[in-house]
């Protein structure tokens, strides 16, 4: 399973980390990916890591904000989002890649002044 961290608060311009512990097989074995979902809109691809060797493939509209870690010693991939915007607003999972099957609960980040 994927267990995200909790719910974040953050002002426009601060910076947010969520984490993603994976348990019930071998971290390295697969890719995790970071998707969300703002308001009106459907999930959006934010990137993927692998956690061998922590090698990212980020899409172009995130590249300047986002960056993925992975600590293989605890089983846990990080994505850290700088700049925050309200547009960021919205609920952010992650999930074993590529098939998709497993999925953490889902992180709230809420950016407000």
Same mark, same amino acid.
């Given at each position: 399973?994927?267990v995200q961290?909790?719910?974040? $608060? *953050?002002?426009?311009?601060?910076?947010?980390? $969520?984490s993603?512990k994976?348990?019930?097989?071998?971290?390295?074995?697969y890719?995790?990916? &970071?998707?969300?979902?703002?308001p +009106?809109? +459907?999930?959006? &691809?934010? +990137? *993927?890591?692998?956690?061998?060797?922590?090698? #990212?493939?980020?899409p172009?509209?995130f590249?300047? *904000?986002?960056?993925?870690t992975?600590?293989?010693?605890?089983?846990?991939?990080?994505?850290? $989002?700088?700049? $925050?915007?309200?547009?960021?607003?919205?609920?952010?999972?992650?999930?074993?890649? #590529?098939?998709?099957?497993?999925?953490?609960?889902?992180?709230?980040v809420?950016?407000?002044?």
């Amino acid at each position: 399973q994927l267990v995200q961290s909790g719910p974040e $608060l *953050r002002h426009p311009g601060a910076s947010v980390k $969520l984490s993603c512990k994976v348990s019930g097989y071998t971290f390295t074995t697969y890719a995790i990916d &970071w998707v969300r979902q703002v308001p +009106g809109q +459907g999930l959006e &691809w934010m +990137g *993927r890591i692998d956690p061998v060797d922590g090698q #990212s493939n980020v899409p172009q509209k995130f590249q300047d *904000r986002v960056t993925f870690t992975a600590d293989a010693s605890t089983g846990t991939a990080y994505v850290e $989002l700088i700049s $925050l915007r309200s547009e960021d607003t919205g609920v952010y999972y992650c999930a074993r890649s #590529s098939a998709y099957d497993y999925w953490g609960q889902g992180t709230q980040v809420t950016v407000s002044s």
